[in-house]
């Protein structure tokens, strides 16, 4: 049999949640909380198996921690994720059963939107927890945080472009966008406006429609891939706003860019491929710096919100990456190695009281009941 705890070492608790009458099925994995209560977002994916799912919200909660410390948030990590197809299997009923089991954990993770899910579902969780967070305003929420997480996403690649040519004018430049979801989409949209030049690639034809009459209505040109052909596309960046794991072994020999600046979640299949990126000249902007805009976001709203800081923040992206570009090259690291440690080190700093977060809620959290 696996060894459970074996697999779990890195993480506080995980938490495998049932639920017969609705078919919930979802594991929520707290990574730390030694900077406070773990807060992550909520996927929906058909995981072929639950040790696939199990992979990846330990991976993921993993990331947030990160995320927390480098974007300077007082929360640990955290995510869940639910084992369903969000195009069939979503209903307010499972949404509920799930908001329970968040419950459940008294304040010690906070949840809200990720892939597959939307500020919506997340209403009927809110049914039965306050620990959610990015519901839209008239919910109490801060709502979507897709908005500044796509924010992010272009600080991170006006200063990656900065790092590269001296400018971070994005105009005249070529991207190559995989995933036209919530972040995706909105990352496209803002570069069509700047004057790029893109590539795309979806599952979904809706998705590239919707951006195809978008670049129609401005007169601009977007060129459709299908799946793999996107590792290929002769541009200027890959911005990889969907999945994983999509830099390993098979795609990292395709990739003709000079940069890799996306949204999504642990792009790269092991730490390994941070170095043959560098190999490559390929710079690599580490993902849970450019996507934290979403995450600074939620942060705020579990205090007093305030749109102005958490813009400010999001826009801090911009010179955290520079830094760590610049500690990386003084010292022959990888991006990636280089934000770790600045990571460790900052919740090495920060630790404080104890090291398992167990009050009950956050202190401002009275202002939405
Ligand atoms: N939403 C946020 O605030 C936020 C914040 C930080 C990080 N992220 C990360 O960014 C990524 C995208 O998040 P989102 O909220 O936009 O999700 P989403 O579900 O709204 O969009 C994902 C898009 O990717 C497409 N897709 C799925 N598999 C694909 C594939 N194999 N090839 C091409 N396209 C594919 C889907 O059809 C969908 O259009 C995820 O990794 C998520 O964890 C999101
Ligand atoms: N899902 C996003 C934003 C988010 C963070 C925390 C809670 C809810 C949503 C992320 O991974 O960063």
Known sequence: ????????????????????????????????????????????????????????????????????????????????VIIGDPLKDKTPELFRAFGQFVESLNGRFYTGTDMGTSTEDFVHALKETNCIVGVDEVYGGSGDSSVPTAHGVIYGLQATNKALTGTDDLSGKSYAIQGLGKVGYKVAERLLEEGADLFVTDISRQAIDQLLSKAKEI?????????????????DFFVPCAMGG?????????????????????????????????????????????NAGGLIQVADELYTPNKERVLRKTKAIYNSLLNIYEHAEANGITTVEASNQFCESRIEARTRRNSFFSHMKRPKWSVRT
């Open 219 to 235: 007169g601009a040109g977007v060129k459709v891939l299908s799946g793999n052909e996107i590792y290929e596309a002769q541009a």
């Open 246 to 290: 999509i830099i390993n072994d098979e795609t990292i020999g395709l990739l003709k860019v000079k940069a890799i600046v996306g949204s999504a979640n642990n792009q790269l299949k092991d730490m390994r491929h941070g170095q043959i990126l560098k190999d490559k000249s390929i710079l690599y902007a580490p993902d849970y710096i450019v």
């Open 1 to 80: 049999m696996t060894d459970m705890f074996q697999k779990i070492k890195d993480h506080e608790q995980v938490v495998f949640c049932n639920d017969e009458s609705t078919g919930l099925k979802a594991i929520i994995a707290i990574h730390s909380t030694r900077l406070g209560p773990a807060l992550g977002g909520c996927r929906m994916f058909p995981y072929n198996s639950v040790d696939e799912a199990l992979e990846d919200v330990l991976r993921l909660s993993k990331g947030m921690t990160y995320k927390c410390a480098a974007a300077d948030c007082d929360f640990g990590g955290g995510k869940a």
